[in-house]
């Protein structure tokens, strides 16, 4: 019973992780997977939407749940700016443009958070009723991971909605297929992309907030993430939302027992698995045929 105690244990920390991975990689998946877009400033406003609730609850005494809309917001709104004045410009350029913008954008991103804030870690109090653990046949599950499970699962539903159900995900899809039929058809490209662009980054602004108490801020954190963002994506297949949730559970479970059951590896165990996945399905788990 013990035994199965702490597999439990292992199992639902890793699965509580991977939904923390899929919450700040999910808008990659759909700005790279679906726009064709290397946005690798991604982590950049997953780090922005983090000090803003850091900011807002200790400056302003802001309860937690307050800032989780304002860090989206923030994110989003940057996401819109940037996309007006720079992305936009290189959406039919070739990956090295994209790349060498996007990744000087993460180093002004670490520069500007490490001036402003330091390179402490940043605290952050949550409320009572997000603290402790509650246990279920003997074992413990902590209460803030089972929120990081609820809300990860609530956004995975959300984020399929929006893009599968809905005339906006047909525009996107439309636009990114065919940009000159899809304006032909008296669909706004501009603005369909702005808004993907605002939807994904938002997305990670909000997994940033969420992310704190689970693996802490500081100003690297643009950077030490966003090689578990690209993992992510690139495992479970550009553009599949459900490729990335499958591959962030299978990757945060794997992290979890890899720290748990060989020490001796570290993290090093989740960069076996990617290696493993991708020999098997070099396109990932579930790529866009």
């Not at 439990?8 to 759909?30: I, K, N, P, R, T």
């Not at 997994?207 to 030490?224: K, R, V």
């Not at 990617?274 to 045929?289: E, H, I, K, Q, Y």
Request: glycine fraction near 10%; aromatic fraction near 12%; charged fraction near 10%.
């Amino acid at each position: 019973m013990l035994v199965l105690g702490s597999l439990a244990g292992v199992v639902f920390d890793g699965f509580a992780y991977g939904m923390l991975l899929f919450v700040l990689s999910v808008g990659l998946s759909v700005t790279l997977g679906m726009m064709n877009f290397i946005n690798l400033a991604h982590c950049s406003f997953a780090m922005l939407g983090g000090y803003v609730t850091v900011t807002l609850m200790n400056a302003l005494a802001w309860p937690f749940f307050a800032t989780l809309p304002a860090a989206f917001l923030a994110a989003a709104v940057l996401a819109v700016a940037l996309e007006r004045t720079l992305y936009r410009r290189l959406y039919r350029a070739s990956e090295l443009d994209q790349c060498l913008l996007t990744i000087g954008i993460v180093f002004v991103s670490i520069a500007v958070a490490a001036y402003v804030y330091g390179t402490i870690q940043q605290p952050v109090q949550l409320p009572a009723y997000l603290r402790g653990s509650v246990s279920v046949l003997d074992i413990h599950f902590g209460v803030y991971r089972l929120f990081l499970v609820a809300i990860g699962l609530a956004i995975t539903l959300a984020v399929v909605a929006a893009l599968e159900l809905t005339r906006f995900g047909a525009r996107v899809r439309a636009a990114v297929d065919n940009q000159r039929m899809a304006r032909g058809l008296g669909i706004d490209v501009d603005r369909t992309f702005a808004v993907t662009f605002a939807f994904g980054s938002g997305l990670a602004g909000l997994g940033g907030a969420l992310s704190i108490e689970m693996i802490g801020l500081d100003p690297a954190f643009a950077f030490a993430y966003l090689i578990y963002v690209l993992i992510v994506v690139s495992v479970g297949g550009l553009g599949s939302i459900r490729g990335s949730f499958v591959a962030a559970i299978l990757l945060g479970v794997s992290d979890a027992a890899g720290k748990y059951y060989v020490p001796q590896l570290g993290a090093f165990l989740i960069y076996l698995v990617m290696v493993a996945l991708l020999a098997w399905r070099p396109a990932g788990l579930f790529a866009r045929r």
